[in-house]
């Protein structure tokens, strides 16, 4: 009885070890025991099994630890995101450099009711050809990559970049030509004179003109892809776009004015393709605002007149800037009660001043009337061909009348001074690239040398000019010889010339729409290749 009952005990004792919890040391010294012995061994199965289940709580442990440093790393390593007035954030925004002392702002109001200014003259005067918003960074877009296009062109190839490239960003192939072109250099002369005629309250120009001209230097700028994210250029205008904005009253209209209200369209033309271009809620608000009073002045007929006046005469010429506003408030794609409506109705408004010559072949659009010779023909022919109309009989026969106009600086065509077509070449510039082919090319040929041995430049070591890299430039501007429009110093003339250089390959948005164009809506001319680009 003793004897079996030591025996039971013993056993009883072995069988409770097998339950009994090993401490932590006694399972690691039997896991590694496990790992010397054969696979197929239970021992090694046991060791197996014991890293598994030690390994887990570290594992739970180090793996978010691991994801977490290297998020950190890569937001450490990337560019910082730009800013309004600045390349990177941290960088120390400097004043543009200046060629002499910046003027005291003008004495007019700013924004204290309108200012009327004088009137600005644009060339409606002129002889016929046959008679001699609470936003912290207000200008940083969100990524907007260009979305891939194709389409079939009848000419020279206008491509935009991507939207807010400093500098322009890389450009493709067939613009990379105009890199070295004596052109381009030009241009760069004129933005860099332009830096320094900035006036101290972000505006060109003088007086009541300041809307316009700040208006035609920013198309300038924007033009060359130059943004608020631009390098060299960024500050300048950030503070032009910014003069515009704060320039807007509740009614939409801007505070100072010309005497006839050309401000307002041009202002609102550079706001719709800023807005394009660097798509901020400030901006779309800015832009949609002063698309209003355009829109509430246009005539049931289409046209529209000074002021904005609703009256029965439709002037061509300011016709041409409220027309241009229109259509870059469409490409931009801004929600405008009437917006799409407007667009429709310019060119029936344009229609009431068209006229055809004697012998049916040429037309023009006159001043207020029908003219077959007028200069403001550009006019109406490149705002047909903006609005869908490009294959109309109307553009035909005026691009037959352009032919006959010789296109330079020392032109005879409306006036015997330096200069005198300039407002008009500014518009049949357009047309002619629009169009393409053998008009474009022979238009082209004539035009870039002409202006660019017009520009006086003055050389790096009188400009005063330094750019954002600490690197001295020459800057550049022209002058007419007797300013027939408007004197405002070389800003008017210098813009309207810049632009017409920049038109192969301008960013603006307005002339990227019309750089894919349907062959179905051109005539082609004899000679011209299609291409197809996909891009």
Known sequence: MDNNTSHDGVGHDQMMKIFEESTFWQRMRRMLAGFGKPKDSGEYKFAKLQLQRLSAPFLAVAIPVVLLCVLLAVQVTQEPPRVFGSPYVGEPTTAPPILEPLPEPPKDPFGGGITEGPIINFPESFPSSDSGLGIDNPFVPPEQPLPPTTGTWKGPVTIGGPLGIPDGGPRVDVINTYTNDPGEIAVMNALRWFVTKQNADGSWGEGGNRTAMTGLVLLCFLGHNETPSSREFGEVVRRGLMFLVDGILPDGTFAIKDGHNYSHAIA????????????????????????????????????????????????????????????????????????????????????????????????????????????????????????????????????????????????????????????????????????????????????????????????????????????????????????????????????????????????????????????????????DVKVNIRF
């Open 268 to 527: 609102t033309y550079a706001l719709c393709e800023a807005y394009s271009m660097v798509r901020t809620p400030m901006l779309q608000e800015a832009a949609e605002r002063t698309l209003v009073p355009i829109i509430a002045g246009q005539h049931r007929s289409g046209g529209w007149d000074y002021n904005l006046a609703q009256t029965d005469r439709a002037d061509t010429s300011f016709m041409g800037w409220c027309a241009q506003a229109v259509k870059a408030g469409h490409v931009a794609g801004l929600d405008v009660p009437g917006l799409e409506k407007a667009y429709d109705m310019v060119a029936p408004g344009m229609r009431q001043n068209f006229g055809l010559a004697a012998d049916r072949n040429r037309g023009g659009f006159g001043y207020v009337s029908p003219d077959p010779n007028h200069g403001l023909t550009a006019v109406g022919v490149l705002c047909m061909q903006l609005t869908d109309n490009a294959k109309a009989p109307e553009v035909k026969a005026g691009l037959n009348t352009m032919d006959t106009w010789t296109v330079g600086w020392d032109d005879t065509n409306f006036g015997t001074k330096s200069g005198a077509g300039q407002y008009y070449f500014y518009y049949a510039t357009q047309c002619m690239f629009n169009h393409g082919g053998a008009r474009w090319e022979k238009w082209e040929r004539r035009m870039r040398p002409a202006y660019t041995k017009a520009q006086t430049v003055v050389p790096v070591t009188e400009s005063g000019y330094v750019d954002h890299k600490k690197v001295a430039h020459p800057v550049g501007f022209w002058v007419f010889e007797v300013p027939p429009h408007v004197e405002t110093g070389g800003i008017f003339d210098t813009a309207l010339i810049a632009l017409q250089i920049m038109v192969p390959y301008r960013f603006l948005p307005t002339t990227r729409a019309m750089g894919l164009i349907d062959a179905n809506v051109l005539d082609v001319d004899e000679g």
